[in-house]
């Protein structure tokens, strides 16, 4: 599986953000896909993922009320709108996604960065 992610780049407190992962390859039909994040200096932490069936969601507590996750099975695509954007929220956001069923293992997008400045 390869996925590849846009959408990053710098943006000032409060403004809005919107990524996007294409997933392409040997795909599983029923999946998980999502976002992690780093910043410089902290571990790579959840940010938030959805299901491939009933689109349930789970969202960090830092992102909630702010961040949006969806999905276009048809496309094989998941996004991530970020609203009221915060300098904390500054990191390289990973793709993640990983397939329901035998011999599935976690994949991981190369990372696009996000900055926000105060």
Do not use: H
Request: with cysteine.
């Amino acid at each position: 599986v390869q996925l590849v992610e846009s959408g990053g780049g710098l943006v000032q407190a409060g403004g809005s953000l919107r990524l996007s992962c294409v997933a392409s390859g040997s795909t599983f039909r029923l999946n998980v896909m999502g976002w992690y994040r780093q910043a410089p200096g902290k571990q790579r932490e959840l940010v938030a993922l959805i299901t491939s069936g009933a689109g349930s969601t789970n969202y960090a507590d830092s992102v909630k009320g702010r961040f949006t996750i969806s999905r276009d099975n048809s496309k094989n695509t998941v996004y991530l709108q970020m609203n009221s954007l915060k300098p904390e929220d500054t990191a390289v956001y990973y793709c993640y996604y990983k397939g329901v069923g035998k011999g599935s293992d976690d994949y991981w997008g190369q990372g696009t960065q996000v900055a926000v400045s105060s």
